[in-house]
C-alpha cells in the first residue's frame, strides 16, 4: 500500500485559488484520486489521475468543479497536485488523497470515471480547505 501525505490546505476569501499537493510513496500502477469531505456530508469525488508514463495522463474532474479544478503529477516527485481556482464557500471541506492499484489502463478508466471512495484503498489523513465569502 502507498503512503499518502496531503498539504496546502489553507483559509482563503471566495474567489481565491490554492494548490493542495499529495506526496506518495510511490506513483506506478496507481490510480489517483482527490475526495473531499464536508460536515454533516458524505465523501465526494472531486478529481483523478492515472499517471502511467503517457504524454498525456487520463483525468477525470467531477461537474461541480470542472472548469476551477486541475488535477496534474510528478512522477519524478511521486507527486500528486489539485490547483483549485475561483474557490466558492461551498468547496469548504477537508480534502483527502487516494489511492488503488490499477494495472491495466481499461481498468484504471473504468475506477477513475466511477469517482467512488470504495475503489480506493489507501488514503492520507487530509487536508483542511476553508473558503470564506
Known amino acids: 500500500q502507498v503512503q499518502l501525505v496531503e498539504s496546502g490546505g489553507d483559509s482563503v476569501r471566495d474567489g481565491g485559488s490554492l494548490r493542495l499537493s499529495c506526496a506518495a510513496s510511490?506513483?506506478?500502477?496507481?490510480?489517483m484520486g482527490w475526495f473531499r469531505q464536508a460536515p454533516g456530508k458524505e465523501r465526494e469525488g472531486v478529481a483523478f489521475?492515472?499517471?502511467?508514463?503517457?504524454?498525456?495522463?487520463?483525468?477525470y474532474v467531477a461537474d461541480s468543479v470542472k472548469g476551477r479544478f486541475t488535477i496534474s503529477h510528478d512522477n519524478a516527485k511521486n507527486t500528486v497536485y489539485l490547483q483549485m481556482n475561483s474557490l466558492k464557500p461551498e468547496d469548504t471541506a477537508m480534502y483527502y488523497c487516494?489511492?488503488?492499484?490499477?494495472?491495466?489502463?481499461?481498468?484504471?478508466?473504468?475506477?477513475?470515471?466511477?469517482?467512488?471512495?470504495?475503489?480506493?484503498?489507501?488514503w492520507g489523513p487530509g487536508t483542511q480547505v476553508t473558503v470564506s465569502s
Open positions: 510511490g506513483l506506478s500502477y496507481r490510480c
Open positions: 487516494a489511492e488503488t492499484s490499477c494495472m491495466a489502463y481499461h481498468q484504471a478508466v473504468e475506477i477513475l470515471k466511477a469517482m467512488a471512495p470504495g475503489h480506493y484503498r489507501g
Open positions: 489521475i492515472y499517471p502511467d508514463g503517457r504524454p498525456t495522463a487520463p483525468t
